[in-house]
C-alpha cells in the first residue's frame, strides 16, 4: 500500500495534558478578544475598528456571513469575540515587508505553520519568486501584471488557468472577476463553496429552485422550534447565539443534531447585556441528539417517518406546492429501523422524543453547515432535511423555513455575482447581451478537478483571489505536489499563508486592502458590497489608512491583470471599473437577477434583500414548478473493526484556514491542536491512553494510505466509534476522490482512520489537577482544560 504524508514542522517540547472541567458562558470572550485587539492594534485603532464593525457606516465583517440586524436594532459593538479576532488580524500593526522575504527562504518558510506564518502581519508591497529563485523579492506592480499578462497569453488554450475566489471577495470584485474569466475563455472559476456548501447549492437547487436560504433573521426570532444540525454556532457563527437567546425568550425550543456536544448550544451568556454577563445565562439545546458521524440523512428520515405515522402534516401545501410526495412516503413507510438505528447510533425514544417537537410546533426552521455536507450523501441528505420541511409546509411562512448558515463573510454574494465553474445559460446570456462577447459555455474546473488538472499537467497558472487554497482543501500532500506543477501561482493576500511557500516555477504574492482600510482607488472614497446568509446585500466601507502605500484593491488588481492580458479585447470598460465601482454595481443590475437598481438599493440603511421565490411566494422555480420530494436510500457507513471515522473541524481560535491561537477553551484544549477526540470506550477497546501521542492514518477504498503524525488522543464525549481532529492538521487524512456525489465537494467528515502509537512515543503525560469552571460569553459551555503542543502542521 502506498502512503502519503505532507511535510511536518512539529514541536513535541511542551506537550502536556490536563483533566477536563465543565463551564457556563461568562466573559472570558471579551477578554480575550480585547487583549488581542490592543495588543496588536493599539487603543485608538481597535476603537476605530470594533465601532465601525458590521455598521451601517462602517464595514462588513471579514468572518461568517451571519445576517446583521436591523439598523434600529444594532448594539454599539455588534460583533462576536471571532469577528474581533477577524478584524484584528487584518487591522495588526506587524508588517511584512521586503526585508522578511530576504531574511527566510522559501524552504525556511515551507517549514513554519500557519499559526506562525500569520502571526507575521500585513504583507506591504508585491513579490515574486522567480523561476529557481531560492526567495521572494520585491516587484512593480508593472512588472507584476506584465508577467501574469505574459503567463496567461503563452497558455495553449484558456482552460490551462484556474481562477480560484475566497468568499471574502466583495461583488463588485467578483463580478469583474468572472468577467475577465470569461473575456479570457474559461469557466475555471472553483471557489470556496465547493468545498464548503456545494452540497447545499446542488441539493437545494434541485428541490426548491434556489440554492440559498429561505428565512429571514426575524423567522429564527420567531420560531417555535429550531432545529441546528452539523453545526457549530458557539465557534462559527457567534453571533447566532444572539438571535437564538431571543427566539428561546420568544417561547422556542432548540434541538442540536451533533456527534458532540457543543458548548455554544449548551448556555449562552450575552455580553452585550450586563445581565447577559452576571447572571445565569440562557440555556440553549433543549434536546441534544449525539448522532454517529454520516447518521444525519437516516435521522431525517425517521424523523419524517414518525410525522408521517402520526399525521403531522401540511396537506394543503402538499397538494399544492410538491411534487413527488406519493413515492417518497412510501419508501418512508417502508424504513427499515434497524438500518437507522445503526447508522445513526441513537435510541429510537430520543428519536422519536425530536419527532414530538416536530410534532407540536407550526413554524420551524431548520439550520446546517458543514456536518451536513461534507459527506458522500451531503446533496442526499440536504434533501432529506427538505423533505421534513415540505411535509409541515415550513417554507414560505413567517417563523420557518430552510436555513443553509454560510461560514465566510460573501461567500454566497461572490456565486450571485457569477463566481461559479457551472454557470446557467441565462446568466451567460446576460453577459453576452450586456457586453457584447460569447463567454464560454462548457463547465470549468472545480476545485477537486482543479488539483487534479494541475497533477496532470493540463493546468499551468493558478491565481487565488484570497484565502489558502493549501490548506482548504483536501489530500494536503497531492494537493501541494499539483501546485507545483504549476508555471506560474499568483495569490492576492493580506497576510502570508501556506499557498506562498507552496510555489509554481514562478509566483506572486500581490497584497490587497482589507475590508477595514479606506479604499480611494481612482482618487475617490469607494465602498464595496456583500451578500449574508439570508440573501441580504448592504455596503461596506472601511475607516482605517492602509498598511501601506503599495495596497492596491482587488477590483484595482483585477482590472490591472485585465488590462495587462486582455487590452482593448472585447472593448470591456476596465479603466471605468477600476476608477468607480459605481459603474461595476451599474452592470451588475442589468446582469444579475434581481439586482435592478442595485446601486440606488444599497443606498438604503442597511441595503436590500433578493427576491427568494420559495420564501417569498411559495413559488418554485424546479423543473417542476413545485418542491421536490426526492428518495433517498437508507445508509449504514460501514466502519471495519478496530477503526474509526474521522471528522475534520475547526478549534475556538480559528476561522477557515486563519489560525488566531493555538486554545480552543470550548473543548478545553490550550497550547496546541495536533489532538484526536476519542470516545473513552474507545481508547480502551484500541488499548491506547488518553493522552497517549498517536499517528492517525486513513484508509482508502483503493488501498492507499494517508498519515499525519504525532497527534494527542484527548478523551472526550462522542459516539462510540467516532473521532474528530482540527483541519486544515487533519486535511491530509483525506482522498482527494472522497467526495459527495453530485456536488463533488470534499467529504471531510467521514473519513475511516485507524491510530496507530507513534514511533517515539515517551510514556503519557501525569494528570493535572481539574480546573473550576469559568465565565465566558458566546456559547461558552462544556469547557475542558487540556495542555497540549505549542505547534501544530498547517
Not at 458548548?263 to 447577559?276: D, E, I, S, T
Not at 488539483?451 to 487565488?464: P, Q, T, Y
Not at 481532529?725 to 491530509?732: F, I, K, L, Q, V
Given at each position: 500500500?502506498?502512503?502519503k504524508a505532507?511535510?511536518?514542522d512539529i514541536d513535541?517540547?511542551e506537550?502536556?495534558v490536563?483533566?477536563s472541567?465543565?463551564a457556563?458562558?461568562g466573559?472570558?470572550?471579551?477578554?480575550?478578544s480585547?487583549?488581542?485587539a490592543?495588543?496588536?492594534?493599539?487603543p485608538v485603532r481597535?476603537a476605530?475598528t470594533?465601532?465601525?464593525?458590521?455598521q451601517?457606516?462602517g464595514f462588513?465583517c471579514?468572518?461568517c456571513?451571519w445576517?446583521?440586524p436591523?439598523?434600529?436594532h444594532?448594539?454599539?459593538?455588534?460583533?462576536?469575540?471571532?469577528?474581533?479576532?477577524?478584524v484584528?488580524?487584518?487591522?495588526?500593526?506587524r508588517?511584512?515587508d521586503?526585508d522578511?522575504f530576504?531574511?527566510?527562504?522559501l524552504?525556511e518558510?515551507?517549514?513554519?505553520?500557519?499559526?506562525?506564518?500569520?502571526?507575521q502581519g500585513?504583507?506591504?508591497e508585491?513579490?515574486?519568486?522567480?523561476?529557481?529563485a531560492?526567495h521572494y523579492?520585491?516587484?512593480?506592480?508593472d512588472?507584476?501584471f506584465?508577467l501574469?499578462?505574459r503567463h496567461?497569453n503563452?497558455l495553449?488554450s484558456?482552460?490551462?488557468?484556474?481562477?480560484y475566489t475566497?468568499?471574502k471577495t466583495s461583488?463588485e470584485a467578483?463580478?469583474a472577476?468572472?468577467?475577465?474569466?470569461r473575456?479570457?475563455?474559461t469557466n475555471n472559476?472553483?471557489d470556496?463553496?465547493n468545498?464548503?456548501?456545494?452540497s447545499?447549492?446542488?441539493?437545494?437547487?434541485?428541490?426548491?429552485?434556489i440554492?440559498?436560504?429561505s428565512v429571514t433573521l426575524e423567522?429564527?426570532h420567531?420560531?417555535e422550534?429550531?432545529i441546528i444540525?452539523?453545526?457549530?454556532?458557539g465557534t462559527?457563527?457567534p453571533?447566532?447565539?444572539?438571535?437564538?437567546?431571543?427566539a428561546?425568550?420568544n417561547?422556542?425550543?432548540i434541538?442540536?443534531?451533533?456527534p458532540?456536544?457543543?458548548a455554544?448550544?449548551?448556555?449562552?451568556k450575552?455580553?452585550q447585556?450586563?445581565k447577559g454577563?452576571?447572571?445565569?445565562?440562557?440555556?440553549m439545546a433543549?434536546?441534544?441528539l449525539?448522532?454517529?458521524?454520516n447518521?444525519?440523512?437516516?435521522l431525517?428520515?425517521?424523523?419524517?417517518?414518525l410525522?408521517?405515522e402520526?399525521g403531522h402534516l401540511?396537506?394543503?401545501?402538499?397538494?399544492?406546492?410538491?411534487?413527488?410526495?406519493?413515492?417518497?412516503?412510501d419508501?418512508?413507510r417502508?424504513?427499515d429501523?434497524?438500518?437507522v438505528?445503526?447508522?445513526?447510533g441513537?435510541?429510537?425514544a430520543?428519536?422519536?422524543e425530536a419527532?414530538?417537537?416536530l410534532?407540536a410546533?407550526?413554524?420551524?426552521?431548520?439550520c446546517w453547515a458543514?456536518?451536513?455536507?461534507q459527506?458522500?450523501?451531503g446533496?442526499?441528505t440536504?434533501?432529506e432535511?427538505?423533505n421534513?420541511?415540505?411535509?409541515?409546509g415550513?417554507?414560505?411562512?413567517?417563523?420557518?423555513g430552510l436555513?443553509p448558515?454560510r461560514?465566510?463573510?460573501?461567500?454566497?454574494?461572490d456565486?450571485t455575482?457569477?463566481i461559479?465553474e457551472?454557470p446557467?445559460?441565462?446568466f451567460?446570456?446576460?453577459?453576452?447581451?450586456?457586453?457584447?462577447?460569447?463567454?464560454p459555455?462548457?463547465h470549468?474546473?472545480d476545485?477537486?478537478?482543479?488539483v487534479?488538472?494541475?497533477?496532470?499537467?493540463?493546468?499551468?497558472?493558478?491565481f487565488g483571489?484570497?484565502?489558502?487554497?493549501?490548506?482548504a482543501?483536501?489530500?494536503?500532500a497531492?494537493?501541494?505536489?499539483?501546485l507545483r506543477?504549476?508555471d506560474?501561482?499568483v495569490?492576492?493576500?493580506?497576510?502570508?499563508?501556506?499557498s506562498?511557500?507552496?510555489t509554481?516555477?514562478?509566483?506572486?504574492i500581490l497584497?490587497?486592502?482589507?475590508?477595514?482600510e479606506?479604499d480611494?482607488t481612482?482618487g475617490?472614497?469607494?465602498r464595496?458590497t456583500?451578500?449574508d446568509?439570508?440573501?441580504?446585500?448592504?455596503?461596506?466601507q472601511?475607516?482605517?489608512?492602509?498598511?501601506?502605500?503599495?495596497l492596491?484593491?482587488?477590483?484595482?488588481?483585477?482590472?490591472?491583470?485585465?488590462l495587462?492580458?486582455?487590452?482593448?479585447?472585447?472593448?470591456?470598460p476596465?479603466r471605468?471599473?477600476?476608477?468607480?465601482y459605481?459603474?461595476i454595481r451599474?452592470?451588475i443590475?442589468?446582469?444579475?437577477?434581481?439586482?435592478a437598481?442595485y446601486?440606488e438599493?444599497?443606498d438604503?440603511?442597511g441595503?436590500?434583500v433578493l427576491?427568494?421565490p420559495?420564501?417569498?411566494t411559495r413559488t418554485?422555480?424546479?423543473?417542476?414548478?413545485?418542491?421536490?420530494f426526492?428518495?433517498?436510500?437508507?445508509?449504514?457507513?460501514?466502519?471495519?473493526?478496530?477503526?474509526?471515522l474521522?471528522?475534520?473541524?475547526r478549534?475556538?481560535?480559528?476561522f477557515?484556514t486563519?489560525?488566531?491561537?493555538?486554545?480552543?477553551?470550548?473543548?478545553?484544549?490550550k497550547?496546541?491542536?495536533?489532538?484526536?477526540f476519542?470516545n473513552?470506550d474507545?481508547?480502551?477497546?484500541?488499548?491506547l491512553?488518553d493522552?497517549?501521542?498517536?499517528?492517525?492514518v486513513s484508509?482508502?477504498?483503493?488501498?492507499?494510505e494517508?498519515m499525519?503524525?504525532?497527534?494527542?488522543?484527548?478523551?472526550?464525549d462522542?459516539p462510540?466509534?467516532?473521532t474528530?481532529?482540527?483541519?486544515?492538521e487533519?486535511?491530509?487524512?483525506?482522498?482527494l476522490?472522497?467526495?459527495?456525489?453530485?456536488?463533488n465537494q470534499p467529504?471531510?467528515?467521514?473519513?475511516?482512520?485507524?491510530?496507530?502509537p507513534h514511533?517515539?512515543?515517551?510514556?503519557?503525560?501525569?494528570?493535572?489537577?481539574?480546573?473550576?469552571?469559568?465565565?465566558?460569553?458566546?456559547?461558552?459551555?462544556?469547557?475542558?482544560?487540556?495542555h497540549?503542543e505549542?505547534?501544530h502542521?498547517?
Amino acid at each position: 500500500m502506498s502512503r502519503k504524508a505532507p511535510r511536518q514542522d512539529i514541536d513535541e517540547s511542551e506537550l502536556e495534558v490536563e483533566d477536563s472541567a465543565h463551564a457556563a458562558a461568562g466573559v472570558t470572550a471579551v477578554a480575550v478578544s480585547m487583549k488581542r485587539a490592543l495588543e496588536q492594534m493599539g487603543p485608538v485603532r481597535t476603537a476605530q475598528t470594533l465601532l465601525k464593525l458590521n455598521q451601517v457606516d462602517g464595514f462588513d465583517c471579514q468572518g461568517c456571513a451571519w445576517p446583521d440586524p436591523d439598523p434600529e436594532h444594532r448594539h454599539t459593538a455588534e460583533f462576536c469575540e471571532n469577528g474581533a479576532k477577524a478584524v484584528t488580524e487584518e487591522a495588526t500593526l506587524r508588517r511584512v515587508d521586503a526585508d522578511f522575504f530576504r531574511e527566510h527562504s522559501l524552504e525556511e518558510l515551507a517549514g513554519k505553520t500557519d499559526y506562525w506564518l500569520g502571526q507575521q502581519g500585513r504583507i506591504t508591497e508585491p513579490m515574486v519568486k522567480r523561476a529557481d529563485a531560492t526567495h521572494y523579492e520585491p516587484i512593480s506592480w508593472d512588472g507584476a501584471f506584465e508577467l501574469i499578462g505574459r503567463h496567461l497569453n503563452g497558455l495553449t488554450s484558456p482552460d490551462e488557468a484556474v481562477f480560484y475566489t475566497s468568499g471574502k471577495t466583495s461583488n463588485e470584485a467578483a463580478f469583474a472577476y468572472q468577467l475577465f474569466a470569461r473575456a479570457f475563455g474559461t469557466n475555471n472559476l472553483p471557489d470556496c463553496s465547493n468545498m464548503c456548501h456545494e452540497s447545499t447549492s446542488v441539493g437545494l437547487a434541485e428541490v426548491i429552485g434556489i440554492g440559498k436560504a429561505s428565512v429571514t433573521l426575524e423567522d429564527v426570532h420567531n420560531a417555535e422550534l429550531i432545529i441546528i444540525a452539523g453545526q457549530n454556532p458557539g465557534t462559527n457563527h457567534p453571533r447566532m447565539l444572539t438571535a437564538l437567546e431571543i427566539a428561546k425568550k420568544n417561547g422556542a425550543k432548540i434541538i442540536a443534531v451533533n456527534p458532540l456536544k457543543e458548548a455554544g448550544l449548551v448556555r449562552f451568556k450575552n455580553p452585550q447585556k450586563a445581565k447577559g454577563v452576571v447572571g445565569h445565562g440562557t440555556a440553549m439545546a433543549d434536546l441534544h441528539l449525539p448522532v454517529r458521524i454520516n447518521g444525519d440523512l437516516a435521522l431525517f428520515q425517521a424523523l419524517s417517518a414518525l410525522l408521517l405515522e402520526g399525521g403531522h402534516l401540511d396537506q394543503d401545501f402538499i397538494d399544492q406546492h410538491t411534487y413527488g410526495f406519493e413515492a417518497w412516503a412510501d419508501h418512508l413507510r417502508a424504513l427499515d429501523w434497524d438500518l437507522v438505528l445503526r447508522s445513526t447510533g441513537l435510541t429510537r425514544a430520543v428519536i422519536e422524543e425530536a419527532a414530538g417537537m416536530l410534532a407540536a410546533s407550526s413554524k420551524t426552521v431548520i439550520c446546517w453547515a458543514m456536518g451536513i455536507t461534507q459527506h458522500r450523501n451531503g446533496v442526499a441528505t440536504v434533501k432529506e432535511i427538505s423533505n421534513l420541511a415540505f411535509l409541515q409546509g415550513n417554507i414560505g411562512k413567517p417563523g420557518a423555513g430552510l436555513f443553509p448558515v454560510r461560514g465566510h463573510s460573501n461567500v454566497q454574494g461572490d456565486r450571485t455575482m457569477g463566481i461559479w465553474e457551472r454557470p446557467p445559460g441565462h446568466f451567460l446570456d446576460s453577459l453576452r447581451d450586456e457586453f457584447g462577447f460569447e463567454p464560454p459555455r462548457e463547465h470549468g474546473f472545480d476545485a477537486v478537478a482543479a488539483v487534479k488538472a494541475f497533477r496532470d499537467g493540463r493546468a499551468k497558472v493558478f491565481f487565488g483571489m484570497g484565502g489558502n487554497f493549501v490548506s482548504a482543501m483536501s489530500d494536503t500532500a497531492v494537493t501541494e505536489d499539483a501546485l507545483r506543477q504549476a508555471d506560474l501561482t499568483v495569490h492576492v493576500s493580506t497576510k502570508p499563508n501556506r499557498s506562498h511557500v507552496v510555489t509554481g516555477r514562478e509566483a506572486l504574492i500581490l497584497p490587497a486592502l482589507g475590508r477595514s482600510e479606506k479604499d480611494l482607488t481612482g482618487g475617490r472614497s469607494q465602498r464595496v458590497t456583500v451578500e449574508d446568509s439570508v440573501c441580504s446585500v448592504h455596503a461596506s466601507q472601511g475607516p482605517l489608512k492602509p498598511a501601506s502605500k503599495q495596497l492596491k484593491s482587488e477590483v484595482d488588481i483585477i482590472c490591472s491583470m485585465a488590462l495587462a492580458t486582455l487590452g482593448d479585447r472585447h472593448d470591456l470598460p476596465w479603466r471605468s471599473f477600476r476608477d468607480d465601482y459605481t459603474e461595476i454595481r451599474r452592470r451588475i443590475a442589468r446582469v444579475v437577477p434581481g439586482c435592478a437598481g442595485y446601486d440606488e438599493k444599497v443606498d438604503q440603511p442597511g441595503g436590500f434583500v433578493l427576491p427568494h421565490p420559495p420564501r417569498d411566494t411559495r413559488t418554485f422555480p424546479t423543473e417542476k414548478d413545485k418542491a421536490i420530494f426526492t428518495v433517498s436510500p437508507t445508509e449504514v457507513l460501514h466502519v471495519p473493526e478496530g477503526r474509526l471515522l474521522l471528522q475534520t473541524m475547526r478549534s475556538h481560535d480559528q476561522f477557515n484556514t486563519t489560525i488566531y491561537g493555538l486554545d480552543d477553551r470550548y473543548r478545553g484544549i490550550k497550547n496546541g491542536r495536533r489532538v484526536v477526540f476519542v470516545n473513552p470506550d474507545d481508547i480502551v477497546a484500541l488499548g491506547l491512553e488518553d493522552g497517549q501521542m498517536v499517528d492517525i492514518v486513513s484508509e482508502w477504498q483503493d488501498g492507499t494510505e494517508r498519515m499525519a503524525p504525532k497527534f494527542r488522543v484527548v478523551s472526550y464525549d462522542t459516539p462510540r466509534g467516532c473521532t474528530g481532529a482540527y483541519y486544515p492538521e487533519a486535511n491530509a487524512l483525506v482522498p482527494l476522490d472522497s467526495k459527495a456525489e453530485g456536488s463533488n465537494q470534499p467529504a471531510f467528515k467521514s473519513v475511516v482512520v485507524r491510530l496507530e502509537p507513534h514511533a517515539a512515543e515517551l510514556p503519557a503525560v501525569g494528570r493535572a489537577e481539574v480546573e473550576e469552571p469559568e465565565a465566558s460569553e458566546e456559547g461558552r459551555g462544556d469547557e475542558e482544560k487540556r495542555h497540549v503542543e505549542p505547534d501544530h502542521l498547517s
